[in-house]
C-alpha cells in the first residue's frame, strides 16, 4: 500500500475544451458515448485487445474497460452524477483502488456551445509515483479530449 502521508501535494491537472454540442449533447456524449470516442489503442489497459469502454449511468457505477475475452478492467467509480452539468469518478486504471485520483468534469452552455471543463486530482494517492504520473497526464488528457473533440 503506498504511503500518503510521505507524498507532497501534487497540484491537478485542469483541461478545458468547447465544442459545438448542446449541453445534454455533450453530457451525453461523454457519458453514455465514451466507448465511440475514447482512444481505447493508446489510452487503456489492454490498448487493442479492448471491446469497449463503459460508464455506468449512476452514483455507485463503474467506469469500466471490458476485454475482447469477457475479462474486465475496472477504472473508477461514479461519486457524482448532474445530468447534464456535472459528473465525478475516481480514476485508478490498471492499478488498485487504493492509488484512486478524482475526476471531475463540469459542463456549462457558452451561447450555442457547451464548455467542458476536466479537473483531475489526489494524485498524493500515487505517493512517490504521483509527479511522474501527473506529467504523463498532462498530455494524455490532451489527446483524449482532443479525440472528443473530432467525432
Known sequence: M?????????EPIAKQIT????????FRRFTEGIDEWWPKRTH???????????????VGGSLVEHHRDG???????????DPPH????????????STEQLVEV???????????????SN???????ASKMREGYVSGWDQVLGQFLSI
Open 86 to 97: 456535472r459528473i465525478a469518478f475516481t480514476w485508478h486504471p490498471g492499478r488498485d483502488e
Open 106 to 120: 463540469e459542463f456549462s452552455l457558452i451561447g450555442d456551445r457547451t464548455r467542458v471543463d476536466l479537473i483531475h
Open 123 to 129: 494524485w498524493e494517492a500515487l505517493g512517490e509515483e
Open 71 to 81: 475479462r474486465q478492467s475496472v477504472w473508477g467509480t461514479i461519486k457524482e452524477w
Open 19 to 26: 465544442v459545438d454540442l448542446t449541453l445534454e449533447a455533450a
Open 44 to 58: 487503456s489497459v489492454w490498448k487493442e485487445e479492448t471491446a469497449r469502454v463503459e460508464m455506468q449511468s449512476s
Open 2 to 10: 503506498i504511503d500518503q502521508q510521505k507524498a507532497a501535494h501534487v
